[in-house]
């Protein structure tokens, strides 16, 4: 899945963003039902809520940035922690959000080939 890129005259290769999405979202679709991945985003979106409501704060860089105000090293590690969390969860609810409004075209589509 790599897509090759014309810059400053040189080629480059680099890995096709959209097309390693696209599989992800079909491996979703095909291992996992509808509810289960109705329940991904649902647990998802309550740990960004709850982090928010926690921490008082919108973004992970807000919580990162909070981390100047602390001493206690356990405290540090556990925001530096949940804000890689929360930025790695945010990334992943676009990606549930597309196999799930796609999920009946795609069960459709998957069906043809048998």
Known sequence: ?????????QRRYCIDQLM???REIATLQREHD???????????RSSIADWKDEFGVDTPGELRASIA????????????????????LADRQPVL??????????????ALSV
């Open 34 to 44: 509808r509810e289960a991945l109705t329940s991904s985003l649902v647990s998802i």
């Open 69 to 88: 105000d602390l001493d206690a090293i356990d405290e540090i590690d556990r925001r530096r922690d949940i804000a890689s969390e929360w930025e790695h």
């Open 97 to 110: 959000r597309a196999a799930l409004n796609e999920y009946d075209w795609a069960s459709e589509r998957d």
């Open 20 to 22: 390693a999405t696209y």
């Open 1 to 9: 899945m790599l897509r090759v890129v014309e810059q400053d005259g």
